[in-house]
């Protein structure tokens, strides 16, 4: 029989309303955590973490009923977990990084679910004597990106021409 790919998990998708609809940052980063918290409790019951989230936020109509667009934001941590505090310190950066044009009534989360590596599975993992954290360098560009968008993160990739000036080409990163 032929190789066959696993079939891919479904995504999980986590709503709230928000009566009053709202437009402050730390009350919408409140709202999220709950949700966030679900959808992290659902994919730990998958036995799955978080790949990638992404948040939409629906916002109020204007005086002629009419529908705004809505606000999608994406985010990926630095490695796949069902951790919330890193999760939510790159929703904050980027909330605050956004302009809304109308105070924001539903949010929509969907996760993206990822197999979770075997070393976060080991709870006692890094005690002792205080040492590097290899992992420091992926968070930190992950931080980034939620703060400036994901093209703000790049690095270059060289180019066979003969101008140095076409000699190389900037590339995002997506991962270390």
Same mark, same amino acid.
């Given at each position: 029989?032929? #190789? %066959?790919?696993?079939?891919? !998990?479904?995504?999980?998708?986590?709503?709230?309303?928000?009566? !009053?609809?709202?437009?402050?940052?730390?009350?919408?980063?409140?709202?999220?955590?709950?949700?966030?918290?679900?959808?992290?409790?659902?994919?730990?019951?998958?036995?799955?973490?978080?790949?990638?989230?992404?948040?939409?936020?629906?916002?109020?109509?204007? =005086?002629?009923?009419? !529908?705004?667009?809505? @606000?999608?934001? %994406?985010?990926?941590?630095?490695?796949?977990?069902?951790?919330?505090?890193?999760?939510?310190?790159?929703?904050?950066?980027?909330? %605050?990084?956004?302009?809304?044009?109308?105070?924001?009534?539903?949010?929509?989360? #969907?996760?993206?679910?990822?197999?979770?590596?075997?070393?976060?599975? =080991?709870?006692?993992?890094?005690?002792?004597?205080?040492?590097?954290?290899?992992?420091?360098?992926?968070?930190?560009?992950?931080?980034?990106?939620?703060? #400036?968008?994901? %093209?703000? @993160?790049?690095?270059?990739?060289? @180019?066979?021409?003969?101008?140095?000036?076409?000699?190389?080409?900037?590339?995002? =990163?997506?991962?270390?």
């Amino acid at each position: 029989m032929p #190789f %066959e790919a696993a079939p891919l !998990p479904d995504p999980i998708e986590m709503e709230a309303d928000i009566d !009053p609809p709202d437009d402050d940052r730390a009350r919408l980063l409140f709202c999220i955590k709950g949700a966030l918290h679900a959808l992290l409790s659902a994919l730990a019951a998958r036995r799955l973490g978080l790949g990638t989230l992404r948040i939409a936020l629906t916002l109020e109509r204007d =005086v002629g009923l009419t !529908p705004r667009p809505e @606000v999608t934001i %994406e985010l990926t941590p630095a490695r796949a977990g069902r951790d919330a505090p890193p999760v939510l310190e790159l929703i904050r950066l980027r909330l %605050e990084a956004i302009a809304l044009s109308a105070r924001v009534e539903r949010l929509t989360l #969907f996760a993206v679910p990822s197999a979770i590596e075997g070393t976060q599975l =080991v709870i006692a993992a890094g005690h002792g004597a205080r040492s590097r954290d290899p992992d420091a360098l992926s968070r930190g560009l992950s931080r980034l990106r939620a703060a #400036f968008g994901d %093209e703000a @993160v790049t690095r270059g990739q060289l @180019v066979d021409a003969w101008p140095p000036e076409a000699s190389f080409r900037w590339e995002p =990163v997506r991962s270390m």
